[in-house]
C-alpha cells in the first residue's frame, strides 16, 4: 500500500487508523480530510497522520479512499472530488451503510473501482464484524487490499450479492443494538429482584461476553449449547418457556425483516 486517504475522520475512519498503525502502517501514508478544526488537529496529535481540511487535498495522491463519511453528504463528497477519481482510477472502500454501488458509479463515473462495506461499532474497539461486498471492475489484489484494512477493525465476511448488504446492516451493523436492549433489560430485571445496579451490570455483561465467547471459539452452534445448559425442568427451561410463550423468536424474525427494509428505503433516499 502507498497512500491511504480517508474522507471524514469520525469514531469508525478512528477505529480504523488506530487498527492499521497497530499493524504496522506508516501513518506518514496515511491522509485524512477532516473539515472540524478541533478534530483536524487531534487526528493529527493522536496519530501523527497528514490532516487536511479539503477533500482533494487528501486524496490527491491516495492510491485507497475510504469514504467514512455519512449517507446525506455522499453525493456531494463524491462529486466533488470524481475528476481526480478518474484521473488517479484509486481503490474506493465505502463504509456508509445504504449507498449502493450504483449510486457510486453515478457519481464518480462507471470506471471507479467500489468496495461496499458494512462494519459495526464493536470496530472501535477492535472486535468489530465487516461484509464486504465488490464491484465486478475490482481484482483480486485490490479485494486482498480492502480486507486487509477493514480487517484492522475485526473480522470480516465477503458476500457476492449487493443485495444482500441490507439483511447485513440489519444482522451485524444494527445488530449491537440489540444485544445492549436484551442486556439492558436484563440488569433491570435483575435489579428488581434485589440486585444492586452494580452487581446486575458485573453479571449481565460477562455472561454475555462469556456465552458470545463460548459460540465464537467453540465449534457448536448456539442451538446445541443452549439445550446443554437447560436442565429439564430447571431454572432456565422456566426462564426460556416464558420467551418462547412471549413469541421471542416471531419478534426478532420480524425486528430483523423490518430493519432490511428500512435499509432498502433508506439505500433509495440516500441514493436519489
Given amino acids: 500500500m502507498n497512500h491511504i486517504a480517508f474522507v471524514g475522520g469520525g469514531n469508525m475512519a478512528r477505529a480504523l487508523i488506530g487498527g492499521l498503525l497497530a499493524r504496522g502502517t506508516d501513518p506518514r501514508r496515511i491522509h485524512v480530510a477532516e473539515p472540524v478544526e478541533n478534530a483536524r488537529y487531534g487526528l493529527a496529535a493522536e496519530f501523527g497522520v497528514h490532516v487536511h481540511a479539503e477533500n482533494r487535498d487528501a486524496v490527491a495522491a491516495a492510491d485507497v479512499i475510504v469514504l467514512a463519511v455519512k449517507p446525506q453528504v455522499m453525493a456531494a463528497v463524491c462529486t466533488g472530488i470524481a475528476d481526480l477519481v478518474a484521473s488517479r482510477k484509486p481503490l474506493l472502500i465505502s463504509i456508509a451503510a445504504g449507498i449502493r454501488l450504483s449510486n457510486f458509479r453515478n457519481w464518480l463515473g462507471p470506471s471507479a473501482r467500489l468496495v461496499r462495506c458494512m462494519p459495526n461499532t464493536p ?31 475485526g473480522a470480516t465476511v465477503w458476500v457476492d450479492d449487493e443485495a444482500l ?28 429482584q434485589g440486585l444492586s445496579a452494580d452487581a446486575a451490570r458485573i453479571l449481565v455483561s460477562n455472561t454475555a461476553l462469556g456465552a458470545a465467547r463460548m459460540v465464537h471459539e ?10 446443554r445448559v437447560t436442565s429439564p425442568g430447571g431454572t432456565t427451561q422456566a426462564a426460556l418457556e416464558q ?30
Avoid: C, W
Fill in 123 to 153: 470496530a472501535l474497539i477492535g472486535a468489530g464484524v465487516t461484509a464486504l461486498h465488490a464491484d465486478a471492475g475490482v481484482d483480486n489484489e485490490s479485494r486482498s487490499r480492502a480486507e486487509g484494512i477493514l480487517a484492522a477493525t
Fill in 165 to 192: 448488504m441490507d439483511a447485513i446492516t440489519a444482522v451485524s451493523g444494527s445488530g449491537p443494538a440489540y444485544f445492549f436492549l436484551l442486556m439492558e433489560a436484563m440488569i433491570d430485571a435483575a435489579m428488581r
Fill in 218 to 227: 467453540g465449534s457448536e452452534d448456539p442451538a446445541t449449547l443452549r439445550k
Fill in 243 to 272: 420467551f418462547e410463550a412471549g413469541g421471542f423468536r416471531a419478534l426478532v424474525d420480524a425486528a430483523i425483516t423490518r430493519a432490511t427494509e428500512r435499509g432498502r428505503e433508506l439505500s433509495g433516499q440516500f441514493g436519489g
